[in-house]
């Protein structure tokens, strides 16, 4: 079994949703990005979605696109991307880390390069925002050759006609974006969110992660109740906005209220 | 590389140009391309469609442009070429069309199909503000609403184009990510069309983004080739010799080259924006970039080793862009056509050499085709003929070039 399936397993076994953190990497610095790693984990994050900065992120909305600039300005490349994934490894043997970004960083030393370097650096996965299924062929390919998630996007403008395309080639788990629209901005409302994730799991046996502009801990538990992981990304670059270097408390304090709220979400239904 | 039996047959059904073009868009668009794509296919085959397209291109543009034979130009180059040499300018002037560039004619095209599509609000991006003009235009013709993404530093230095998007009743959006210029205008128009996907038209201003983008602007814009090439047979009798367009994402190149790219005497040239030249700091993707992927397409970009996409910069707005469309670059790896750059001081020069030999003021992003029509003619024999398309006036660049010429206004 993966790290991703175990992690989402023990999180059903354990009667609640995963909780899927998002970062940019290198924001503020290379440097400091371990420290809030480990404050995610600390936290008690179940899989961590490690963004790598791009100039253009056309999909993020203005916290993640800051993010992206801070960790560019301070000089991060693709070498650290993978040397922050690799040692984070070494740290954390068991908690699945994917990275996330868009085409051009990934496939820049083609496919296979990407693909193999993330797996030396002991990456479970990839989630890349502007490759959709009918490209598949410019990573999907070779990140299963090098045995990684593909990880997909679902959102709410995938209708049923198109619906077993996206599914096709996906693993690890499904990232269902609850909202058409930029990172970070609005949340959907809980029964379109129910509703959806219902539609998907009749689709496929894949968890179904649901995202975009969870914020509070209440939200986070109304997702819990009904999907198999809830994402967690804007509000938490925001806190490493706010703090910088000294973003890895707050962080880790922010997590742990959403994992309690989590823990206790199925419990109060019940 | 074998040469395919027609160079006019692409993309492929994937929207593939060889290894370039695409559709690299997040899945939330996916389904809006896909309609996007139905649309256009079911759009070409109605001949009602045409119909109202080609009548307001008549009627509303000013169609067909004239084709000009450039004669004081051609007699000034020849003064400083070799015996025997000097081959004839002539010009396409989709300048004179209305709005004054040939951006028109895709907004003309593309508002058409957004109303098949019963979208309800339009939205685009500009870099000189000539595409944003031309979509304000026929936005106030349809009496559709109108946001443009323009980036900030393109509104300081484009501000008569911003007043007239205004006027015309279209919403300007300063954008101020990144270089705030025309890539960063286009993320935010990206941005803008995810969260708006079902009454949301996108009117992409050149031959680039997610297919079928490439195709349908370069078939809206072919109008200029499909033209020029009846008028150079009716004027001379033949076809001429060699095409040159400046090229920025390249939809005036696309739309002046496409229809004679079977017509295996006729060479061709594109011509990039070299910027402070080609080791300084520049906007020529073919001759600077690696292929890459950005804006919905595969593509020549400039980027550093990690893929980071790496500031443009051209004197003209219209060139200042990191990517070129992917079927130039297709053009270009295939070897059908010839890409060369032009700095900002030639294009500079050649502006000047066309207002004062033919009492034309053209835009600065023309002035690029003018600058390497001005170098290869003179190596050209006099009984060749030069078709260079001349794609927009120079109205709107009169207090950049003051600037750049050192003239306060």
């Known amino acids: 079994m993966t790290r991703l399936a175990n992690a989402f397993a023990r999180a059903a076994d354990q009667g609640r949703a995963a909780l899927v953190t998002f970062v940019t990497a290198g924001d503020p610095t290379p440097g400091a990005t371990a420290a809030i790693l480990d404050a995610l984990v600390a936290g008690g994050a179940d899989v961590i979605e490690l963004g790598m900065p791009f100039t253009d992120p056309m999909a993020d909305g203005p916290a993640i696109q800051a993010a992206n600039l801070r960790s560019l300005a301070a000089g991060t490349t693709t070498a650290d991307v993978l040397a922050v994934a690799a040692a984070f490894r070494a740290r954390h043997p068991d908690v699945p880390l994917v990275l996330m970004g868009y085409a051009n960083p990934m496939t820049r030393r083609g496919p296979e390069w990407f693909a193999n370097a993330a797996r030396d650096a002991g990456v479970d996965g990839a989630i890349c925002v502007d490759i959709p299924a009918e490209e598949d062929d410019s990573l999907g390919e070779a990140l299963r050759a090098a045995g990684l998630g593909n990880v997909r996007l679902a959102t709410p403008t995938t209708d049923a006609v198109r619906l077993p395309a996206v599914l096709e080639g996906a693993s690890g788990f499904l990232y269902y974006v609850s909202v058409a629209g930029i990172t970070g901005l609005q949340q959907a409302a809980t029964a379109s969110i129910e509703a959806a994730v219902a539609r998907l799991k009749a689709a496929t046996d894949l968890p179904i992660a649901v995202g975009f502009g969870v914020r509070t801990p209440e939200q986070a538990a109304a997702i819990g109740r009904v999907a198999d992981g809830v994402v967690v990304g804007s509000a938490i670059v925001e806190l490493v906005g706010r703090h910088g270097a000294d973003a890895a408390e707050p962080v880790r304090a922010y997590i742990a209220t959403l994992k309690t709220a989590l823990v206790a979400a199925r419990k109060e239904v019940a | ?409």
């Open chain 2, 1 to 409: 590389m074998t040469a395919p039996n027609s160079f006019r047959a692409q993309p492929d059904d994937r929207g593939h140009f060889g290894q370039f073009g695409g559709r690299f868009v997040a899945e939330t668009l996916m389904p809006l391309i896909l309609d996007l794509e139905r649309e256009y296919t079911a759009a070409k085959a109605d001949p009602a469609f045409q119909a109202e397209f080609d009548d307001l291109l008549e009627h509303y543009v000013g169609r067909p442009s004239p084709l000009y034979y450039a004669e004081r130009l051609t007699e000034a180059l020849r003064e400083s070429a070799p015996d025997g040499m000097g081959a004839e300018v002539w010009f396409k002037r989709d300048e004179l069309n209305h709005t004054g560039a040939h951006k028109i004619n895709n907004c003309i095209g593309q508002i058409l199909l957004a109303r098949r599509m019963g979208k309800t609000r339009i939205i685009a991006e500009t870099g000189a503000g000539q595409h944003g003009v031309a979509t304000a235009t026929v936005c106030a013709r349809f009496g559709l609403p109108c946001v443009i993404y323009m980036g900030a530093t393109d509104v300081a230095r484009q501000q008569p184009n911003v007043f007239r998007m205004k006027l015309l009743g279209a919403e300007v959006v300063p954008v101020t990510s990144g270089a705030a210029t025309l890539k960063d205008a286009m993320n935010e128009g990206l941005r803008d069309w995810v969260a708006n996907v079902e009454d949301t038209f996108y009117i992409i201003g050149t031959a680039a983004g997610p297919h079928p983008y490439p195709e349908l602007v370069r078939d809206f814009q072919s109008v200029i080739g499909r033209e020029a090439r009846a008028q150079m047979l009716a004027r001379t009798g033949k076809l001429p010799d060699l095409l040159v367009a400046a090229i920025g994402g390249g939809s005036n190149a696309i739309g002046l080259f496409h229809p004679f790219l079977d017509d295996a005497d006729v060479k061709m040239l594109g011509v990039e924006a070299a910027g402070e030249g080609l080791d300084k700091r520049h906007a020529a993707s073919l001759a600077g970039g690696a292929p890459g992927i950005l804006h919905g397409n595969r593509t020549y970009l400039l980027q550093d080793e990690d893929g980071q996409i790496t500031e443009a910069h051209s004197i003209s707005a219209g060139l200042d862009y990191p990517g070129i469309g992917p079927e130039h670059a297709w053009l270009r790896d295939i070897g059908r056509v010839d890409y060369t750059a032009v700095t900002d001081t030639e294009a500079l020069d050649a502006f000047q050499l066309l207002c004062r030999t033919e009492g034309i003021i053209p835009a600065l992003e023309p002035s690029h085709a003018i600058a390497a029509v001005a170098k290869v003619a003179r190596a050209m024999p006099r009984d060749k003929v030069i078709l260079a398309n001349l794609c927009g006036r120079g109205d709107k660049d009169i207090f950049t070039v003051a600037d750049a010429l050192g003239v306060k206004m």
